[in-house]
């Protein structure tokens, strides 16, 4: 079964924060500060504005999808919202999932939060949605819609991770199809997960713990997208284009020396411009990658995710024919006007 993924619909806040009042906040010091800034490139993080809220900002980003892939009601029974963090804004409020139902009006659609497996939930809602579309029985233009997104900005305590990135508020949206309804712009070539259970501690690891989570992330991302790449017949100089998560620049100059894989085919153009963003990052660096014009029909893209607790998430699409639509890549700037 050919399997596709739509093209993004991004949203984000209005408010963009400096990477370093945040840390001055955590009380990080000058060293630290720098590294953040100079070393790993993280400069700016998305923020909710006064009066903003996560949930409209996911609502907008849904109807962006479904508007976009022209897609019915009646075609989509499932939506799926990958997040990493298990506390935000909305869950204080009940209902949550019956308003965004109501909003997108997929009423009908069952609903499903992906979580407790941190930033590779989004990426994992993609292979999820594959086996919905393949279950017995089912419809031949049946049609997924994926959500991601986190409120990081909550809690300054649960949007930075020591030594390693900070985290902003941001969310997208898109389509997963099959059957007879393929009709989108990346092709699901292949899928490959992976844990280490020796990181359970998480963000309770202890320095040592944490050094070696670091050195044992970058191996296997690699055996990951190994395995990923020959699933689906490929190998690792088979792949045009890394679509990453975008925790720092440094942790990717390590993976490119570690996988030869050229460090120019790693899309990591958003770090300074809005950093992490949680489980959406691989997705929205082959958003950001295609409406700039980078990415050719038949490019063979690897969209990876890392999350805490060493999980790894790695899907390899195929971009098809046909040239992005002119202005998608305002699709963020659209969004920041509608919420005003």
């Known amino acids: 079964m050919t399997v596709t993924l739509s093209r993004m619909s991004v949203r984000l806040p209005k408010g963009m924060e400096p990477v370093d009042d945040i840390l001055l906040r955590n009380k990080r010091n000058l060293t ?7 070393v790993y490139g993280l400069r700016e993080s998305p923020t909710l504005a006064p009066g903003e809220r996560m949930e409209q900002l996911l609502a907008a980003a849904g109807r962006g999808a479904l508007e976009a892939g022209g897609a019915t009601a009646g075609e989509v029974g499932l939506i799926l919202y990958g997040h990493t963090l298990l506390t935000q804004e909305f869950g204080y409020r009940g209902g949550f999932p019956d308003r965004l139902r109501a909003d997108l009006g997929l009423r009908k659609a069952s609903f ?10 989004v990426l994992r809602s993609v292979e999820l949605a594959r086996t919905y579309l393949s279950r017995p029985g089912a419809g031949a233009r049946d049609s997924v819609l994926v959500l991601g997104g986190d409120h990081g900005s909550i809690s300054d305590s649960s949007r930075f991770v020591p030594g390693m990135t900070v985290g902003g508020d941001a969310t ?4 997963v199809r099959g059957g007879e309804n393929p009709g989108g712009r990346y092709r699901y070539l292949a899928g490959a997960d992976d844990r280490d259970t020796r990181f359970y501690r998480n963000m309770r690891m202890s320095a040592e713990e944490s050094a070696l989570f670091g050195k044992v992330c970058c191996e296997r991302a690699i055996q990951t997208m190994r395995r990923a790449a020959a699933e689906a017949g490929l190998g690792l100089a088979d792949i045009d284009w890394v679509m990453p998560h975008l925790s720092n620049r440094m942790f990717w100059r390590t993976f490119a020396a570690e996988s030869g894989i050229a460090r120019d085919r790693i899309c990591l153009d958003l770090i300074p411009r809005q950093g992490h963003n ?3 990052d691989a997705l929205m660096a082959l958003d950001h990658a295609d409406w700039t014009g980078r990415l050719r029909p038949g490019d063979r893209c690897a969209l990876v995710s890392l999350g805490q607790g060493a999980y790894f998430q790695v899907v390899i699409v195929e971009v098809g024919e046909g040239p992005h639509e002119a202005g998608h890549g305002l699709e963020q700037a659209r969004g920041q006007e509608e919420a005003r």
């Open 32 to 38: 630290e500060r720098r590294m953040f800034t100079k």
């Open 112 to 121: 499903y939060g992906i979580s407790h497996i941190n930033c590779t939930s």
């Open 172 to 175: 997208l949206a898109f389509l």
């Open 278 to 280: 949680f489980g959406t």
